[in-house]
């Protein structure tokens, strides 16, 4: 993938920025060894992945800045959304921010929002469990091509970024998304081919390379 340039770097977190609120995510196409190498694990089950990563978003009440949980290391840890952006973009990677279809249609009340928050947090210093690995090996050995019902979310960043929309206090189509056989990102990308989520922001012919791929 082309590196992009400042001109198209600047643009795009400049537009993610501005568009993102709490409740989105992000799927990001690291640049980096292990960005590639979670790529190729994964499409050796299925079909071929944009991203390797994904990533919750959500405003600080304090200091009224975005953040994410940055589940990428092997240890989850909380940064501003645009230094983890500009890390990202600045060794080669890209980034899209989607919405919840029910997110899009209907704001997250307060209450809400500040569940969704309170998760995210409560997951800073998580590590890499067996689980996410051994799903991971056992699709890349093509001992099966799906992660298993009701396990989907023990696959790390799947499970950092989209367990807490599974609460009951939230409502987002819970058992859909729980009995999702994709791994994250695929997971991810397919919700974005079925309309299950909204493009936000990023750069638009990520999202149309994304729409293609099967």
């Known amino acids: 993938m082309p590196r992009a340039s400042d001109a198209q770097v600047s643009r795009e977190i400049g537009n993610i920025m501005y568009s993102a609120r709490t409740c989105d995510f992000g799927i990001t196409r690291s640049a980096t060894i292990y960005g590639r190498g979670i790529r190729f694990m994964t499409s050796r089950g299925m079909h071929r992945a944009w991203g390797n990563h994904n990533f919750p978003i959500w405003e600080d009440p304090e200091s009224g800045m975005l953040m994410t949980l940055q ?86 960043c799947t499970e950092g970024t989209f367990a807490p929309y599974m609460d009951e206090q939230v409502g987002w189509i819970p058992d859909q998304l729980r009995n ?13 081919r079925q309309g299950r989520v909204e493009f936000v922001g990023g750069g638009k012919d990520v999202k149309e390379k994304i729409l293609r791929l099967y």
């Open 180 to 192: 999702e056989s994709y791994p994250t990102p695929i997971h991810s990308e397919h919700m974005l």
């Open 71 to 156: 589940i990428e290391t092997p240890k989850a840890r909380i940064v501003t959304l645009r230094e983890y952006l500009e890390d990202t973009y600045e060794k080669g990677g890209r980034v899209i921010v989607c919405r919840p279809d029910l997110f899009t249609l209907v704001a997250p009340s307060p209450e809400k929002e500040r569940h969704l928050r309170m998760a995210w947090v409560a997951m800073a210093g998580t590590k890499y469990d067996k689980k996410s690995i051994w799903q991971i090996l056992k699709m890349y050995c093509r001992i099966r091509k799906h992660i298993p019902e009701n396990t989907k979310e023990h696959v790390y």
